[in-house]
């Protein structure tokens, strides 16, 4: 092989790994464009999410009544909140974990209503 041949060999190497190089930088910024984007997406549903029960908060609190409130769905709202904060804290998400403190917060708030005005209902009749 002449001294022509394998410099020509080498650049075109030298092309490759810069080939590389540049899918390589390009695969990371979609990668953290991704990131950023699930982001957004995650807080902006953490907020969604997290607003849900208290439209049912008020009128239990407005109407001081909470017999037609599940026990059931207000028990598999709290055990799965429990639930998913554990696994967003454990795999670091946390819009995940935000939306579901925040959804245990609001979800102990009804079961104390549902409970106070169960009481209460109960000593009036």
Same mark, same amino acid.
């Given at each position: 092989? !002449?001294? #022509?041949?394998?410099? #020509?060999?080498?650049?075109?190497?030298?092309?490759? $790994?810069? $080939?590389?190089?540049?899918?390589?930088?390009?695969?990371?910024? =979609? #990668?953290?464009?991704?990131?950023?984007? /699930?982001? @957004?997406?995650?807080? =902006? /549903? *953490?907020?969604?999410?997290? @607003?849900?029960?208290?439209?049912?908060?008020? $009128? !239990?609190?407005?109407?001081?009544?909470?017999?037609?409130?599940?026990?059931?769905?207000?028990? =598999?709202?709290?055990?799965?909140?429990?639930?998913? *904060?554990? &696994?967003?804290?454990?795999?670091?998400?946390?819009?995940?974990?935000?939306?579901? @403190?925040? +959804?245990?917060?609001?979800? +102990?708030?009804?079961?104390?209503?549902?409970? &106070? &005005? !169960?009481? /209460? &209902?109960?000593?009036?009749?």
């Amino acid at each position: 092989m !002449t001294l #022509e041949m394998e410099q #020509e060999k080498d650049i075109r190497k030298n092309h490759l $790994l810069g $080939l590389k190089m540049l899918l390589r930088h390009l695969v990371k910024l =979609c #990668e953290m464009k991704i990131k950023v984007w /699930a982001n @957004i997406i995650g807080w =902006c /549903a *953490t907020s969604m999410s997290a @607003i849900f029960l208290i439209p049912q908060i008020y $009128l !239990t609190f407005k109407k001081k009544d909470a017999l037609s409130l599940s026990l059931f769905m207000l028990g =598999c709202i709290f055990f799965s909140s429990i639930l998913w *904060t554990i &696994y967003g804290i454990h795999f670091k998400n946390l819009p995940l974990s935000v939306n579901n @403190i925040s +959804i245990f917060i609001l979800n +102990i708030l009804l079961i104390g209503l549902k409970i &106070y &005005y !169960t009481i /209460a &209902y109960k000593n009036i009749f």
